[in-house]
Each structure stands twice: as structure tokens, then as C-alpha cells.
């Protein structure tokens, strides 16, 4: 592959081995357009990778938010007659789901 500072250039046999590689049958019509999205691929990667980031800082994501997790506290729930008045089935004044482990 050439390689100036703008734009990449594959080869037919280049675009050829890669698709023998990842065993790609190519149609002899379909290569130029594989080849056009490759360099297309490529040329956009050069763009990252010559992108100036020396006076950027560091960072590992959009902000720095970390996991909040509240305190787990009990509370007592009044009314549990008007929450099982929606239940499928009931038992014990708890809902009755279908077994899901044997």
C-alpha cells in the first residue's frame, strides 16, 4: 500500500490477497468497489492518526461522572391489597410466578 500524507492507495492484487486472506470470493466487478471503501477506510484512519492532540488533555470519556449508588434502605410498603389486585396468581400475600429453574 503507498502511502502519502493524505491518501492511501491500494492495489488490485493488495485488495485481491486481502479478500484470499479473509476468503472472500470476490466477483471481478465487485474489487473497485471493494477497493474504493478500503481506501476510503484507510484514508479516514490516516486523518485520526495525524490529527493534532498536543495540546489536548487526556481524557478517558466525555465527563468524568462515576457510579452513584444511594443507600439501600428499607421501606415499608402499605398497600400491599391494592398491588396484588394485579397479580396473574397470588400466594401468601406474595405474587406467584411459573417456576423458571428446575
Do not use: C, W
Amino acid at each position: 500500500m503507498e502511502r502519502d500524507d493524505k491518501t492511501m492507495k491500494v492495489s488490485r492484487e493488495e485488495i485481491l490477497h486481502i479478500a484470499n486472506l479473509a476468503h472472500l470470493n470476490l466477483e471481478e466487478n465487485e474489487i473497485d468497489t471493494y477497493l474504493l471503501h478500503l481506501q476510503d477506510i484507510l484514508n479516514f484512519a490516516n486523518i485520526v492518526n495525524n490529527a493534532p492532540v498536543d495540546d489536548l488533555d487526556v481524557t478517558i470519556g466525555a465527563n468524568e461522572a462515576k457510579n452513584v449508588f444511594r443507600k439501600d434502605e428499607i421501606k415499608i410498603f402499605e398497600d400491599n391489597e391494592s398491588l396484588l389486585q394485579n397479580a396473574v396468581a397470588k400466594e401468601q400475600n406474595m405474587f406467584k410466578i411459573p417456576k423458571v429453574i428446575n
